[in-house]
């Protein structure tokens, strides 16, 4: 059986309505799944490496689930992948701890799909925006395997449309379900 790690980087859960209910939506789809909420562990963002690596080592399949903060990954979930993928541990000639796990990214964004076009408002595709991640995934040894993407649940909304971003954010839950779903029968 896989043990699929799922990594929260969102900043502050208690005011998130996204991953939030991707989260809690997830634990019902599969209740087998350990959950990594870095903002309840490490308020202070003081990331306890140790405990974190050992969390890693016995991941199958980890899943990066977060909201896009300035293009990339939120701050908390930034020092947490800084401190934690060591030289060593994760990556140089003797670091091969994440070697083979396979790496899904889940995020969600406050723009529309449509800005993220060369043309549009963003000026990049958000496939270009996920280099960094595969870069990492390379470095490390580890298989990307895909990311499951929202789009347009920004903050700015959440008061006037938190059913339709609820509603986004189960069929969100679901497709990741679906692909952790596909993995361990692949395994
Ligand atoms: C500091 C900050 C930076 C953000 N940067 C982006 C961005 O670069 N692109 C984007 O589409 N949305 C951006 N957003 C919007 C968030 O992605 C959006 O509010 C989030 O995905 C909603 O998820 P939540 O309800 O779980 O907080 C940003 C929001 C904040 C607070």
């Known amino acids: ?79 947490w992948m800084e401190e934690v993928f060591q030289h060593g541990f994760s990556h140089g000639t003797t670091g091969d701890k994440l070697k083979g796990k396979k790496l899904i990214i889940s995020f969600t964004t406050g723009a529309p799909e449509e800005a993220y076009t060369k043309e549009g408002r963003m000026a990049y595709t958000i496939e270009d925006f996920l ?17 499951v993407k929202t789009y347009g649940v920004s903050y700015q909304i959440r008061q006037e449309k938190s059913k339709e971003i609820k509603e986004k954010a189960l069929k969100h839950a679901k497709e990741l379900a679906e692909m952790l779903k596909e993995i361990k029968n692949d395994q």
Request: with cysteine; net charge negative.
């Open 131 to 147: 280099n960094p991640i595969k870069a990492t995934c390379k470095q490390c040894q580890m298989v990307y395997y895909g990311a």
């Open 1 to 79: 059986m896989a043990n699929i790690l799922i990594v929260s980087g969102h900043t502050n859960l208690d005011d998130s309505v996204a991953n939030k209910e991707i989260l809690y939506r997830l634990k019902e789809l599969l209740p087998d799944l350990e959950f990594d909420l870095l903002s309840e562990l490490y308020p202070d963002y003081k990331i306890d490496v140790e405990k974190e690596q050992e969390k890693l080592k016995k991941a199958d399949i980890i899943v990066l689930q977060y909201p896009i903060f300035w293009y990339s990954m939120p701050s908390l979930l930034e020092k």
